[in-house]
Structures are given as C-alpha cells and as structure tokens.
C-alpha cells in the first residue's frame, strides 16, 4: 500500500535522508556549496542524528515531508533566537523541499505543519530568515500570510569568504 504524501517528526534512522536533502539542497548555491565543502557527509548525518535524537532545546524539532514513502523535504521548528525576540516568537530555522518536489504541494503541507508545530509549543509569532535572492521562497510565504518586517542581517563565513544576506519574513500564528 502506497504511503500518502504527509508531514511527521523525523525519525533518528531518516537522518541520512535529511543530510542528503540538505547537501543538496547546498549544491544549488555554488558559493554555499563550495563553503561546505569541509563538512563531511558522515558529519553532516551525526548532526542531524543528534538534532532529532537529542535536539539542542525542548522545543526544536526536525520535520520531514514525505512523498511516495521518500523523504522530500524538511524543516527544523524551536524559539527563536532573535536579539528582538519575545518568549511568544519561534523560528523556522531550516525549510527545504527537493527540487523536483516543490510544485507537488510539499511545500504547502511542509509550512503548515511547521506553523501548527509552532503553534502547539505555544508560539503566537513564526519567523524565518531567508535569504534576500531567494525570490521563489519568499513569494512563497507571502502567498501563505507572510511578510517581511524590515529587519536584515548578513550570513556568512569567518574568514569573510562567504557573506549571504537574509529578510527576516513573519506570520501571526495564533488562532481566533
């Protein structure tokens, strides 16, 4: 029996899928990709292991999407660290879909469990940092309630070889 296509917390054995989505999902930005480049895939598998299996804080959590019974995308949920942050904000820390997956409505079940998954940890706020020529993304969220507050940072490495600029995007989670 197929599997539906469907969201769920990841599972410590999927780690190995995450980080193959991720270093992907890298690949797709020439720079990035070449700034990881010293993280070794065995590396990147025992983060994500860790981060499901023993996450940094109560409320972080690793999500993945799946569609035909294969993982396709994925996100990581918890408080958000902004310096401007209130105790009601949380953070969609990480949010990629495969490629080929986006226009199969992965993307859509992906946010919403990301939000609902936010919203049950006690959030009235969602952020997400994204970065400023990630144009598809953005329209994206906006589409979905989003929207930009005005605040900016720049990512990057610290040898300054690396330097990505990010929009923080927000949405009211709470409900009526």
């Known amino acids: ?8 917390l990841a599972m410590p054995s999927e780690a190995v899928d995450v980080a193959r989505l991720q270093r992907r999902s890298w690949a797709a930005t020439p720079a990035l990709s070449a700034a990881m480049s010293g993280i ?10 860790d981060a499901i299996v023993k ?3 109560a ?5 993945v999407a799946l569609g035909d019974g294969a993982i396709v995308g994925f996100t990581v949920t918890g408080p958000s660290n902004d310096p401007d942050a209130a105790a009601t904000d949380g953070l969609i820390v990480e949010f990629v879909v495969d490629e080929p997956e986006i226009e199969a409505g992965h993307s859509s079940r992906l946010i919403n469990a990301a939000v609902d998954t936010l919203r049950a940890d006690g959030y009235e706020v969602a ?3 994204v970065p400023s020529d990630a144009d598809a993304l953005r329209e994206f969220l906006v589409g979905c309630g989003w929207a930009t507050d005005g605040a900016h940072r720049e990512m990057g490495l610290d040898d300054d070889t690396l330097t990505i600029k990010m929009i923080r995007l927000v949405t009211d989670i709470t409900t009526d």
Do not use: F, K
């Open 1 to 8: 029996m197929p599997v539906p296509d469907s969201v769920r």
């Open 40 to 49: 070794s895939a065995d590396e990147t598998v025992r983060a994500w292991h």
């Open 55 to 57: 996450p940094p804080l």
């Open 59 to 63: 409320h972080c959590r690793v999500l």
């Open 127 to 129: 952020t997400m940092w």
